[in-house]
């Protein structure tokens, strides 16, 4: 059979421990003028953040800082951050934080340079022109966006989330600094993990991969579960965290080329209507899809794919049998879960009655549906969300 494939990775990088002292030259190089902030409330209160704006100061670059960031955001607070924008005139944009943050900084781009709303742009390539340059600095390891062309926002009149999906959010410079996520306490380092986790898992079996997001999925799956535990117990292990970063970084390329399966599609519904982290849906959801995957793909190369993460990731079973290993992988996240503190659905306020709705919701989600290994149905996520309560 004869496919194709395009592959895009947009942003310069500049990576490494305190790799945040180039940001002045790269504004400067961008001839800005006023750059916009947009930065996590937690993270502008840390010595870090103090750190970035001297840095800037000494440089006397004029910046505006935006920092009401919630941790789920609404197009409400992402237009707001587009009219902070437009009024102090700022040309370039950098984002400071976790996906939340640096999605409401790629939005506020293109809302400075097009007339609407985050609502009129939220779909596939409905954005008219480009937005200011963006510079990401992401402070979570994390959701990847700095190398993404997404940017997510709940509808609250919808009860719904939906993203922004256009070639003009892909940033322009990306800074992996891993000194910058030292400050993320435990349980948002397991969680923000754990969805990149499934950026690089998702896309590996993603109907889209192919051979080369295959191998840049499964470089981001050995990183991230060589050094989650260790970022969790222990924050200032600069080298995992650096490690946790990178796979992160790669997991996001990942998602942009290869996209995510029915994780992502079942997680969005339980951060819309009950404002559950992006990470920690995904974490919950994901060994019970990965079963369901097992279950239903007629095709049998799920188990195949599944043994390979495994040779991978866990080379010392790799002379066991594929069935062998599939599981194993199955039973190896439900233990990383246990270990990481991940609750589990019945732990929110959700009721079984609520899956049906739950699952129409998540089937609108389309695009990762659509890339999941097989068909899967309303009764199949139904079943799913049961067996993850
Ligand atoms: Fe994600």
Known sequence: MIKKFQFLCKPEVIYGANSISSLPSIVKSLNCKNLLIVVDKTFSKTIFFSDILK??????????????????????????????????????????????????AKAASILITNDGYIEDYQGLNKVPKPGVPKIMIPTTAGTGSEVTYTAVFIRKDL???????????????????????????????????????????????????????????LSSMRLIWNNIYKVYIEGEDIKARENMLYGSFLGGIGLANAGVTAVHSMSYPLGGRYGIPHGVGNAMLLPYVLDSDIENDKSFTIKSKFANIIDYVMPQYKDKSEDFKSHLLIKEIKKLNEKLNIPRLRNFNIQFETFNQLAEEALQVQVPIENNPYPITKEHIIQIYKNAY
């Open 55 to 104: 840095i800037l100061q000494k440089e006397n670059i004029k910046f505006f800082i935006f920092d009401k960031i919630e941790v789920e955001p609404d197009t409400e607070i992402g237009n707001e951050c587009g009219k902070f924008a437009k009024k102090n005139k700022c040309d370039v944009v950098c984002g400071i934080g976790g996906g939340s943050v640096l999605d409401t």
């Open 159 to 217: 009860k719904r989330k939906g993203g922004i999906n256009s070639p003009y959010l892909y940033p322009d410079y990306a800074i992996l600094d891993p000194v910058l996520t030292i400050p993320l306490p435990p349980d948002v380092t397991a969680s923000t993990g754990l969805d990149a986790f499934c950026h690089a898992i998702e896309s590996y079996i993603s109907r889209k991969a192919n051979f080369l997001t295959e191998i840049i999925s």
